[in-house]
C-alpha cells in the first residue's frame, strides 16, 4: 500500500489545519494503521520504504484475528510504501481483501498476493 501526503506547503495553511504545532510538527500527517491478519492467522511482518527493517508494531487480538498497530508520520509532499506479509490459516479459500475506512478521497485498493512458500 502506498501512502502519500499531499499537504500543500503549511506555511500557507491556518493553524486550525495544521493543528499549529501542537502534536505534529505544522504539515506532517501521523496515521495510525491497523491491520487485521485472517482469522486464525497472524501478521508475520510490517515494514515501509525508507526503513531500516521492520517497524515497532503493537501485537493484539481481537476475537480469534489478530491485529497489528503502527503509527506513520509523512513529511508534505512525501510517500512510503507499506509492507504486511500475512499468514492464512490452514484450508483458507477465499482470496484476501482490503478494507479501509472512509477518507476525503476515493481510495483504489490492490493487493498483490504471494504464497512465501513458492518464494
Known amino acids: 500500500m502506498r501512502l502519500t501526503s499531499t499537504v500543500?506547503?503549511?506555511?500557507?495553511?491556518?493553524?486550525?489545519?495544521?493543528g499549529g504545532g501542537a502534536f505534529v510538527?505544522?504539515?506532517v500527517v501521523r496515521t495510525n494503521l491497523a491491520i487485521f491478519a485472517p482469522a486464525d492467522g497472524s501478521v508475520v511482518s510490517v515494514s515501509f520504504s525508507g526503513s531500516d527493517g521492520e517497524l515497532p508494531v503493537l501485537s493484539q487480538r481481537q476475537g480469534n484475528v489478530p491485529v497489528a498497530l503502527t503509527t506513520v508520520s509523512l513529511d508534505p509532499g512525501r510517500s512510503t510504501e507499506l509492507a504486511v506479509e500475512l499468514l492464512t490459516a490452514k484450508r483458507t479459500a477465499s482470496a484476501p481483501t482490503l478494507r479501509t475506512t472512509p477518507g476525503s478521497r476515493e481510495?483504489?485498493?490492490s493487493i498483490d498476493v504471494g504464497c512465501a512458500a513458492n518464494s
Open 8 to 18: 500543500p506547503d503549511p506555511a500557507e495553511l491556518p493553524a486550525y489545519v495544521t
Open 25 to 27: 510538527p505544522a504539515g
Open 107 to 109: 481510495l483504489v485498493p
